[in-house]
């Protein structure tokens, strides 16, 4: 395991290339501002829609990737070289993103090949969480003290389940596999209602 200067240099790594993706995000936006043609801020906005849609749309879902991030390395002190790896592959699939996203606006979102693309982005992303969250299960010494053994699966193993199913969706109804990607907001409550399932199955059990 390493730990303090190397943990933290991988850290800012992670956060500078998310930055970098994030950035990259709105490149396209800047060049719909063609000086030679003479449009209102409305048409403009109206003209492009499918790109601020895509943008605004690739910021949250990378926000919210950052977020699944930032919510597993926080507890952590040290890492190793399957960490390493599951981060290596977490940060590609965010490099990816401003490509796929770029596609998205081009086709508005409802072709087959490029919801796919993107989607499946988003699920190699949240899958290599939920495989850095089994790594961290598999060796708490990665943990600081006073947090070691609280980091759980079953949240981002769920948003791993709707970011597959919302890929399989998009091949098959590619105008509804973008929309359910906002079953991601109820992830939370899908995790707790599962917790209560297993919780209940449990006492029946223990029950004579």
């Given at each position: 395991?390493?730990?303090?200067?190397?943990?933290?240099?991988?850290?800012?790594?992670?956060?500078?290339?998310?930055?970098?993706?994030?950035?990259?995000?709105?490149?396209?936006l800047?060049?719909?501002?063609?000086?030679?043609r003479?449009?209102?801020?409305?048409?403009?906005?109206?003209?492009?829609?499918?790109?601020?849609?895509?943008?605004?749309?690739?910021?949250?879902?990378?926000?919210?990737?950052?977020?699944?991030?930032?919510?597993?390395?926080?507890?952590?002190?040290?890492?190793?070289s399957?960490?390493?790896?599951?981060?290596?592959?977490?940060?590609?699939?965010?490099?990816?993103?401003?490509?796929?996203?770029?596609?998205?606006?081009?086709?508005?979102?409802?072709?087959?090949?490029?919801?796919?693309?993107?989607?499946?982005?988003?699920?190699?992303?949240?899958?290599?969480?939920?495989?850095?969250r089994?790594?961290?299960?598999?060796?708490?010494?990665l943990?600081?003290?006073?947090?070691?053994?609280?980091?759980?699966?079953?949240?981002?193993?769920?948003?791993?389940?709707?970011?597959?199913?919302?890929?399989?969706?998009?091949?098959?109804?590619?105008?509804?596999?973008?929309?359910?990607?906002?079953?991601?907001?109820?992830?939370?409550v899908?995790?707790?209602?599962?917790?209560?399932?297993?919780?209940?199955?449990?006492?029946?059990?223990?029950?004579?």
């Amino acid at each position: 395991m390493d730990t303090q200067r190397g943990f933290e240099r991988l850290v800012n790594f992670s956060d500078a290339v998310v930055a970098i993706a994030a950035t990259l995000l709105v490149l396209p936006l800047v060049e719909i501002v063609a000086p030679e043609r003479d449009l209102s801020v409305r048409e403009l906005l109206a003209e492009h829609r499918s790109d601020l849609f895509a943008f605004v749309l690739g910021f949250l879902v990378i926000y919210q990737l950052w977020l699944l991030h930032h919510g597993l390395f926080r507890n952590l002190r040290g890492y190793d070289s399957a960490l390493i790896w599951t981060n290596f592959v977490w940060l590609l699939s965010i490099v990816f993103l401003p490509f796929a996203t770029k596609l998205l606006a081009r086709g508005e979102g409802f072709e087959r090949g490029t919801a796919a693309l993107y989607i499946g982005t988003i699920a190699v992303a949240v899958a290599m969480i939920t495989a850095a969250r089994i790594v961290v299960v598999r060796h708490p010494e990665l943990e600081f003290d006073d947090a070691r053994g609280s980091t759980r699966v079953l949240p981002s193993a769920v948003a791993t389940g709707i970011a597959f199913a919302a890929l399989a969706l998009s091949l098959l109804f590619p105008a509804v596999g973008i929309w359910f990607l906002v079953a991601f907001a109820f992830s939370g409550v899908i995790t707790d209602l599962i917790r209560r399932v297993v919780s209940s199955r449990r006492g029946s059990e223990r029950v004579p």
